[in-house]
């Protein structure tokens, strides 16, 4: 009891310590996000309120007429974008590869991921390997890849062909089309599905399956009860990694999509680039940002309350 009269103390300022620590360890991140993507979403926000250029690019944000000040800014970006039925069509649509996306991947992903967390050991480095190898090539390079795949002098095409000729059907074509997107779409980030997940059920403990089972459940009680809700976290993590970079790709849809699978990514990179609509183009920019911070916040959301269901 003597010596309790410095334990409050000394428990404070070991409080601060952590504390400081901390705000230390936040530092750099959190300067990294204001620098990359605070200050660039505010400068796109000024710069959607704002008349395009003669020439492209941006007008004068004030002029001076008659000695006087003036601001020179306008919601038509804004309602440009609502009443053209055109741009809140291609934002739903790329939503809907986006989501397509995802849920291929999440079931090919699935039983691929249980196989490799659940094989020997000596095998398992092996699979993930076999995982990440396609990131040993060039991004463009598997799109080319996919673009001699479904080539109308390609195999899979030909033969596909044949088969409709056959049942009096007509020919089709693979390349330019919505299918050739979301198929290249789902080998891109099939990858980004799959490594979340392993790492989610590699840590799962096999005990809770064999007190299952001896408790008289079935091996698919056992996965639907047991195996599934432990797993949640990273389906939600997989889920963000696929369907964020689906939802504003342009590269693919670009390439193997055509005028037929054109997504909202198109849309901005044509706005900045071409068109040189910068106000627009922030406008759609932003819409985009806003769709995918709040699907962030869900699934952090959704990840932590199915780690605290776990925990109980």
């Known amino acids: 009891m003597p010596a309790t009269w410095f334990h409050k103390p000394v428990q404070t300022l070991m409080n601060r310590a952590e504390r400081l620590r901390n705000n230390l360890m936040a530092l750099p991140p959190g300067l990294y996000l204001l620098l990359f993507f605070a200050v660039p979403s505010l400068m796109m926000l000024f710069a959607s309120f704002r008349y395009p250029g003669e020439y492209g690019g941006l007008a004068p944000w004030y002029y001076m007429e008659d000695g006087q000040f003036s601001l020179d800014f306008t919601l038509e970006n804004w309602l440009r974008l609502f009443e053209s039925g055109i741009y809140l069509g291609l934002l739903f649509k790329s939503l809907g ?3 397509l996306t995802t849920l291929i991947c999440t079931l090919m992903a699935y039983p691929l991921a249980l196989m490799i967390a659940r094989s020997q050991k000596r095998f398992r480095d092996l699979l993930l390997l076999l995982v990440i190898l396609p990131f ?5 390079v598997r799109i080319y890849a996919w673009m001699i795949i479904f080539s109308p002098q390609g195999a899979l095409t030909i033969g596909l062909n044949h088969v409709t000729t056959a049942l ?4 089709i074509s693979l390349m330019f089309s919505s299918t050739a997107v979301v198929t290249c779409l789902v080998y891109v980030h099939l990858p980004f599905m799959i490594l979340p997940l392993y790492a989610n059920l590699e840590k799962h403990d ?4 064999d007190a299952a089972q001896d408790l008289g459940a079935n ?3 056992c996965f639907w009860l047991i195996t599934w809700p432990q797993s949640l976290p990273g389906i939600y993590a997989g889920a963000i990694l696929v369907f964020i970079p689906s939802l504003g790709i342009f590269a693919i ?3 193997l999509g055509g005028t037929n699978g054109i997504m909202i990514g198109n849309v901005i990179k044509q706005q900045f680039v071409e068109s040189r609509d910068w106000p627009f183009g922030s406008v759609l920019s932003l819409v985009l940002t806003g769709i995918t911070l709040l699907l962030v916040l869900l699934a952090a959301k959704l990840g932590k309350t199915g780690g605290a269901n776990n925990g109980k």
């Open 136 to 140: 040993w090539s060039n991004f463009l």
């Open 97 to 99: 590869y986006a989501l």
């Open 253 to 255: 849809p670009d390439l």
């Open 219 to 221: 091996r698919f009680q």
């Open 168 to 171: 009096g059907l007509e020919p």
């Open 206 to 209: 096999s005990r809770l399956l």
